[in-house]
C-alpha cells in the first residue's frame, strides 16, 4: 500500500512540474501582434500555429493525470486502517497486572499515655 501511495505522489509531482512548463512555454494572446513584426515566433519548431495547440493539448493531458492522482491519492488516504488494530494495540504487555489495590498500611500501635509532667507543659 505505501508503494502505490509513493507512486502516485511521484507521479502527481512530475504532472504538477509538467504542467508548470508547459505553461511557460506558451505564449499569450499579445504575443501574436508581436510576431507578426518578426520576433522570430514564427520560426518555431512546432511552426507558425502548431506549436499553441501542441502546448495546448499537452498542458490538458498534463491536467488530466494530475487531476487523476489527486483523486487516486484522496482515495488512498481517505481509506479506513488496517483490520489489525491501531498502534495502541500493537504495544508490549505490561508487567504490572492491572487489577491490583495497593498494600495497606501497616497498623499503628497506640502512643503510650502522656503524664502530666512530661507534656512540657507548666503545671499552674
Known amino acids: 500500500m ?5 507512486v502516485m505522489i511521484v ?3 512530475l504532472s504538477a512540474l509538467t504542467i508548470i512548463g508547459l505553461v511557460l512555454l506558451q505564449h499569450g494572446k499579445g504575443a ?5 513584426f518578426g520576433s522570430g ?4 519548431l512546432f511552426g507558425a500555429t502548431g506549436s499553441s495547440n501542441f502546448l495546448s493539448k499537452s498542458t490538458g493531458v498534463a491536467a488530466a493525470i494530475f487531476f487523476g492522482a489527486t483523486l487516486a491519492l484522496a482515495f488512498l ?3 479506513p486502517a488496517s483490520v489489525t488494530g491501531g498502534v495502541m494495540d500493537r504495544l508490549p504487555a505490561s508487567t504490572v497486572p ?8 501497616a497498623p499503628v500501635a497506640p502512643a503510650a499515655p ?3 509532667g512530661q507534656s512540657g507543659q507548666i503545671p499552674k
Do not use: C, F, K, W
Open 77 to 79: 488516504g481517505n481509506r
Open 32 to 36: 501574436d501582434m508581436g510576431a507578426a
Open 11 to 13: 507521479i502527481q509531482v
Open 98 to 105: 492491572a487489577n491490583t489495590a495497593p498494600a495497606a498500611p
Open 2 to 6: 505505501n508503494t502505490l501511495l509513493t
Open 114 to 116: 502522656v503524664e502530666q
Open 41 to 44: 515566433a514564427s520560426g518555431s
